[in-house]
């Protein structure tokens, strides 16, 4: 487990070639994890939580996001903020995404599935892939596959759902 407290921060000045956890990454007390540069490959065995602000930030690239954990316990990104300035090039979420952001400023790409994906760049946990999260690319987003359901429990929580939304053409600050 990787897991980073309030204030607790992995912070690379330059580029970042590979960054894999074999268990959970967790920033949900406090904590998070910046690269200046491009961060090549973000690997996690098991979950992804967050505290839904500033969570992953990366100044350049991200090339491959692999969370593999979830199914039975759980999404595998959940409450996470990810925020990438520039493209998000492969994406491997096997047991979906619940209460997240992730932003790219230009591109999201699925990228090469990886092996056990079931042919889904998002998987389901249960019926669902995507949950009370938002899904923002500055430009356009391609060969995404989502093996699940998209929804928000917005209409019948009003006060604690979320929108769900997948948008090609709108940045991190809501231009369009």
Avoid: C, M
């Avoid at 997240?100 to 092996?115: C, K, P, Q, R, V």
């Avoid at 359901?149 to 940045?171: C, F, H, M, Q, Y």
């Amino acid at each position: 487990n990787v897991t980073l407290g309030s204030g607790g921060q992995i912070a690379v000045d330059g580029n970042l070639g590979t960054f894999s956890v074999g268990s959970n990454l967790q920033t949900s007390g406090g904590g998070r994890i910046h690269v200046l540069g491009n961060l090549g490959d973000l690997s996690v065995t098991g979950i992804i939580q967050g505290k839904g602000s500033e969570d992953i930030v990366v100044g350049d690239d991200l090339g491959q996001l692999t969370v593999l954990g979830g199914g039975n316990n759980g999404f595998g990104l959940q409450g996470a903020d990810i925020d990438v300035t520039n493209d998000i090039q492969g994406l491997d979420v096997r047991s979906g995404i619940t209460d997240s952001l992730i932003t790219a400023g230009t591109l999201i790409d699925g990228g090469t599935l990886g092996t056990g994906s079931n042919g889904w760049n998002i998987g389901p946990d249960g019926t669902v892939a995507v949950f009370d999260s938002q899904i923002l690319a500055g430009y356009e987003i391609r060969n995404i596959t989502i093996g699940g359901d998209v929804k928000s429990d917005l209409p019948g929580n009003p006060s604690s759902g979320r929108v769900t939304r997948i948008v090609a053409g709108e940045d991190a600050s809501g231009t369009f």
